[in-house]
């Protein structure tokens, strides 16, 4: 499968033949600029990304603590989601996001 990531510099990259269990993971281990300090537990926010509008409904719901971390990071927006809470799956081979801005090393 495939996602397609762009950057804070709005650099489209495209990352292939993953391996990885969850979004976050596969744009960390990429070497993009995604910081997920806390490694996936909801507790950071540095791992925010904006779905594309096409790929919404295709994933599942935020739950209640991923919505209330989503609530205190900066600029979100209506489809603003934490990527270590994106598992990925075959039937999201395409799925495209870009990094939030407050998600990258300063
Ligand atoms: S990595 Fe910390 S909330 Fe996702």
């Not at 490694?39 to 926010?45: E, F, Q």
């Not at 790929?55 to 990527?83: F, G, H, Y």
Request: charged fraction near 25%; aromatic fraction near 4%; charge should be negative.
């Amino acid at each position: 499968m495939k996602v397609l990531v762009y950057d804070q510099d709005g650099k489209l990259v495209e990352l292939n033949e993953l391996s990885s269990q969850t979004l976050m993971e596969a744009i960390r281990d990429a070497g993009l600029n995604l910081t997920g300090q806390c490694g996936g537990c909801m507790s950071c926010g540095t791992c925010h990304v904006y779905i594309d509008h096409r790929w919404w409904t295709e994933l599942e719901p935020a739950s209640e603590t991923e919505d209330a971390m989503l609530d205190v990071v900066e600029d979100r927006r209506e489809n603003s989601r934490l990527s270590c809470q994106i598992k990925l799956t075959e039937e999201l081979d395409g799925l495209t996001v870009t990094l939030a801005l407050n998600s990258g090393f300063v």
